[in-house]
């Protein structure tokens, strides 16, 4: 169980750096922050709001892994090097293209609830 919590402390560890760290996962959470305070303002339905915590959980989780291979490739290698600009490029394109279904997902979710908010 030692090692457990051992493990726990080391999570939440890399947490607050990417959070201390990270002017972008910062903005990220403020958004997620937002885009749940407007599920609770609409009562969206449980399924919607499991969508809508997946999201957030896969763009933050996507950003945190974006990070650390930053932090290693710029270990591995302190000059240019085409190979750590495709890695770097590549894991930022996760992070940009998850962000763009995100939205997507967003607009299909909130959309008809906020019609029907302003309707009525």
Not at 105 to 114: E, M, S, V
């Amino acid at each position: 169980m030692s090692k457990f919590i051992d493990n726990i402390k080391f999570a939440n560890a890399g947490i607050r750096y990417f959070l201390k760290t990270e002017k972008n996962g910062r903005i990220q959470v403020v958004v997620a922050f937002f885009a749940l305070i407007a599920a609770l303002f609409f009562d969206v339905s449980s399924i919607e709001l499991c969508i809508v915590l997946f999201c957030i959980a896969l763009i933050l989780s996507l950003e945190m892994v974006n990070t650390a291979l930053e932090r290693v490739c710029s270990m591995l290698s302190m000059e240019y090097h085409p190979v750590v600009k495709v890695i770097k490029d590549v894991a930022a394109g996760a992070v940009w293209f998850s962000s763009i279904i995100t939205i997507v997902i967003g607009l299909i979710i909130f959309i008809p609830y906020l019609l029907k908010y302003f309707n009525q």
